[in-house]
């Protein structure tokens, strides 16, 4: 009993196995090829001591990434390849849990987050 319960799974993980390879070797939708290529692009720029990434958000051109790592704000850009701290005045809480986009009449903006309510806004000009 115990040999065809091996077989059964090893035959399962096998199938598995094949079924992974085959989903990876399809190409994605446009936008999944550039939001690869912004995300590859980014961690490529970024410092390895600002790779752990809390929370980000892009803006819909996938252009932008802004994002919070080690109480930090930064911005990458695709036009200049490059990862920009943000500084700012205001003193954010460590634990900003939420980073969203906007898109106002003239240009877009980051909004920071500490449980539902917008602690800073950062305009995005990429």
């Known amino acids: 009993?115990?040999?065809?319960?091996?077989?059964m799974l090893y035959t399962f993980a096998?199938?598995?196995?094949?079924?992974?390879l085959a989903i990876a070797d399809k190409p994605g939708t446009e936008e999944e090829n550039e939001r690869g290529a912004l995300w590859r692009a980014l961690l490529k720029a970024c410092p390895p001591e600002h790779?752990?990434?809390?929370?980000?958000?892009?803006?819909?051109?996938?252009?932008?990434?802004?994002?919070?790592?080690g109480n930090q704000t930064f911005i990458y850009s695709v036009k200049t390849?490059?990862?920009?701290r943000i500084v700012h005045a205001k003193r954010l809480p460590?634990?900003?849990?939420?980073?969203?986009?906007?898109n106002g009449k003239?240009?877009?903006?980051?909004?920071?987050?500490?449980?539902?309510?917008v602690e800073l806004s950062i305009g995005a000009n990429g």
């Open 14 to 20: 096998v199938l598995v196995a094949s079924l992974a």
């Open 106 to 117: 003239t240009s877009g903006a980051f909004l920071l987050w500490h449980y539902g309510r």
């Open 94 to 102: 460590p634990d900003i849990n939420r980073i969203t986009y906007t």
């Open 51 to 69: 790779r752990e990434i809390q929370v980000y958000a892009e803006n819909p051109e996938l252009t932008l990434v802004c994002f919070r790592s």
């Open 1 to 7: 009993m115990r040999r065809p319960l091996q077989t």
């Open 81 to 84: 390849d490059k990862v920009q």
